[in-house]
């Protein structure tokens, strides 16, 4: 690569700047994590758009780190993000604008370029995929005060939920903790997220009535959409992939709560999927394929990583997921009339669950229920049409130049 395109990467990308970071911290941008070597000063060369900064501080031998803290950031083009250690609080901190200043112009007159390590373009396409529907817009509508998410504020959520090994380990890690916890974080207010009715109530109305709207939640959805999404099927999306990504890579029990409520609301339409809403289903579960390809990642299974909270439990016959999929495959067995997308989409998630997970979804026939031969005439039409959003081609030009000149040329800056 020679000078000239290196320096116009550069100032194309976004570049986060993180001064004084100890050595040994881990810190993650997005999918990739990584353990900061001592002339490590930032990430240089990122594309565009949100991205999730997460990271752990660590004792001096880097054997022991604290929980996780986070942030979502939505950079612009040749946008310089500083933050600098705390010592004393051991996390991220803002700069007064005039001091944030001078750093920027240092930054954009390569005073740190050596010191700058580029971001991992060969994991991009992961994140776009995870990210596709998050929007400055809903960083702004879900992100706590001073935007950080840590299960450090999220005590009181444990005492009330049930608990997997890894959430017990955590707890204990949290008590025994010899990091600091500054007030400020443990009194923290959580995310705004949206909150989703778990039991409909209505008064006027008969018991079976009211029976048949909680077994059909596809009333609750349209008033959910209207009420707090504007209608719009995009903002749930985005907040659906804000609480997944809080919950893989931040650690944030309440982000899976959230992710939760939301993956039973929409696994609890009935009517939905098939009449009123198919095309949210559609991409519903393409959120869905991704969110879980991308947590059966070898590299994304270290319990040290993103996501020491999931353990075999979450992924065992006797999860929640287990049977909201089970009953989603029977429901799509029995419609008379499916979109051949979701049709599509449904089939590939299948064949995930079963091949990774070695789930088993028994059918009451002999023949599948979601598998139709090809000279079936009642078969729905299966036509591959992509979201844009997801495509390749979203990621856009600016992603395959960087694949085509940096990817050859990543040298190891995080260890030097």
């Known amino acids: 690569m020679d000078a000239e395109t290196a320096v116009e990467l550069a100032k194309q990308g976004s570049t986060l700047l993180l001064l004084d970071v100890p050595q040994h911290t881990l810190i993650g941008i997005d999918t990739h994590m990584l353990s900061v070597g001592p002339a490590f000063k930032g990430i240089k060369m990122i594309p565009p758009g949100p991205h999730f900064v997460y ?24 946008e310089v993000i500083v933050r600098k250690w ?43 995929r995870l990210s596709s529907y998050i929007t400055k817009s809903t960083i702004e509508r879900l992100e706590p005060i001073g935007g950080e998410i840590t299960v450090a504020s999220e005590s009181s959520l444990h005492k009330f939920t049930p608990k997997t090994a890894k959430e017990n380990a955590l707890d204990e890690q949290l008590k025994a903790s010899t990091f600091s916890t500054s007030s400020d974080t443990s009194n923290a ?29 596809t009333q609750l959805l349209e008033s959910v959409l209207q009420k707090e999404y504007n209608g719009s099927e995009d903002m749930l999306l985005g907040e659906l992939q804000f609480a997944f990504i809080a919950f893989l890579m931040g650690q944030s029990l309440e982000a899976f709560l959230q992710w939760k409520s939301l993956v039973n609301l929409l696994f609890g339409c009935t009517e939905a999927p098939f009449h009123t809403r198919s095309r949210l289903f559609v991409k519903f579960i393409k959120v869905i394929y991704y969110q879980l390809k991308h947590a059966l990642k070898k590299d994304c299974t ?14 065992s ?3 929640f997921l287990y049977h909201l999929f089970k009953e989603f495959f029977l429901l799509l067995q029995d419609a008379s009339i499916v979109d051949g997308d979701l049709l599509s989409w449904t ?15 028994e059918q ?16 729905p039409v299966v036509q591959m049409l992509d979201d844009p959003s997801l495509s390749e ?24």
């Open 302 to 315: 270290d319990a040290s990583g993103a996501s020491a909270l999931l353990d075999d439990s979450w992924f």
């Open 393 to 416: 081609a979203s990621v856009g030009l600016d992603f395959r130049l960087y694949c085509d000149t940096i990817l050859r040329n990543q040298l190891d800056w995080y260890n030097q």
């Open 347 to 361: 089939r590939k998630l299948k064949a995930l669950l079963e091949s990774n997970f070695g789930w088993q979804f």
């Open 189 to 217: 207010r959580g995310c705004y997220y949206t909150s989703i009715p778990h039991v409909i109530k209505h008064k006027g109305i008969d018991v079976q009535q009211l029976t048949s709207l909680n077994l059909d939640k």
């Open 55 to 78: 990271y752990s501080s660590s004792t001096r031998d880097g054997k022991d780190f604290s929980p996780i803290t986070a942030f979502f950031l939505c950079s612009a083009p040749s």
């Open 364 to 379: 009451n026939s002999a023949v599948d229920g979601i598998h139709f031969e090809e000279d079936d005439e009642f078969a």
């Open 317 to 319: 016959a006797d999860s």
């Open 86 to 128: 705390d010592q004393q609080e051991e996390r991220l901190v803002k700069l007064p604008q005039e001091e944030e200043e001078r750093y920027c112009r240092a930054v954009r007159s390569w005073e740190f370029d050596r010191h700058l390590g580029p971001y991992n373009l060969s994991q991009y396409g992961d994140w776009k």
